[in-house]
């Protein structure tokens, strides 16, 4: 493997940049080695995989992804990081064509803006603030994507892996499912970090699938996901009402798709959301 960059070089790395790690960018830096061993060997590549990363930040992680992929596209919005990530691949000792760094958004990064070679897996520590949003997004624009790996607080994870009558489970467990099964990967300390978060984080893998239904559109049955969950307490029938038009009509498309009006978000399968976007005639899409 690539060598990595230990608590030491980090340091050294972000004192010579000036680079000061903010709140409001998400930056926790890994340091420790063996977590990047451990997270690149957890996602299971293979030397065709394209992989795309999310903040690499300082580089660690970059590098043990480029000693196990064909290449790497790098999504970095802070400027300095974005422009001395090549730098510090050279120095470690890793092939500079085999990466491309985007100094970009990742809520925003489009399929055109990544290019080719088109990444077939996600894998990256994630800023905790938009880890679920950034996750959604980039699974709905590129289908490329096959598998991926990423790192999120931990109380994120156990949401994006839950299954229905789960507490945790909502809206990002059922959006996740409607792109891919999802699992646990394991737990990580917030000592492998710099600056350490008062948080544990968690690995989620998942494996692209085909949507549950093909003939309802994404963002329809997001809608209903979203208006399901937006007052979780109440019964479908109640909670759904003003995204199908009224009581009566919501109560309708969920007699049609087989689910009972009286029963809550919670308990209802990403298949069982799709069914009833399919048999309402009236809702508006959502966003990702």
Do not use: C
Request: positive net charge; glycine residues 10%; hydrophobic residues 50%.
């Amino acid at each position: 493997m690539t060598g990595l960059l230990g608590p030491a070089e980090i340091r050294e790395l972000a004192a010579r940049l000036g680079v000061t790690p903010t709140k409001k960018l998400g930056q926790n830096f890994v340091h420790d080695p063996n977590t990047v061993r451990r997270i690149v060997a957890t996602a299971g590549l293979t030397a065709d995989d394209v992989v795309l990363e999310v903040g690499p930040g300082l580089g660690s992680l970059t590098l043990g992804l480029l000693s196990a992929a064909a290449h790497v596209h790098a999504v970095e919005i802070d400027p300095v990081l974005a422009g001395t990530l090549p730098e510090t691949a050279k120095a470690a000792g890793a092939d500079p064509g085999r990466l491309t760094v985007h100094q970009a958004d990742a809520l925003r990064v489009t399929a055109a803006e990544v290019g080719a070679p088109g990444p077939t897996a996600l894998v990256a520590n994630l800023p905790y603030n938009v880890a679920v949003p950034v996750v959604l997004h980039l699974l709905a624009e590129l289908p490329g994507l096959r598998h991926g790996l990423v790192m999120v607080q931990k109380e994120v994870a156990d949401r994006l892996v839950a299954g229905p009558g789960s507490k945790t489970y909502g809206i990002p467990s059922v959006k996740l499912a409607w792109y891919a099964a999802a699992r646990s990967a394991g737990r990580v300390p917030p000592n492998v970090f710099w600056p350490v978060p008062n948080v544990d984080s968690g690995l989620v893998a998942f494996t692209r699938r085909e949507p549950p239904r093909g003939d309802v559109d994404r963002r329809r049955v997001f809608a209903v996901v979203d208006a399901a969950f937006a007052q979780r307490r109440k019964t479908l029938r109640a909670a759904l009402a003003g995204w199908a038009g009224g009581a009566d009509r919501a109560a309708a498309a969920l007699v049609a798709a087989g689910v009972d009006p009286g029963a809550r978000g919670e308990s209802l399968t990403v298949q069982q959301f799709a069914a009833i976007a399919a048999s309402a005639t009236m809702g508006t899409p959502a966003a990702e």
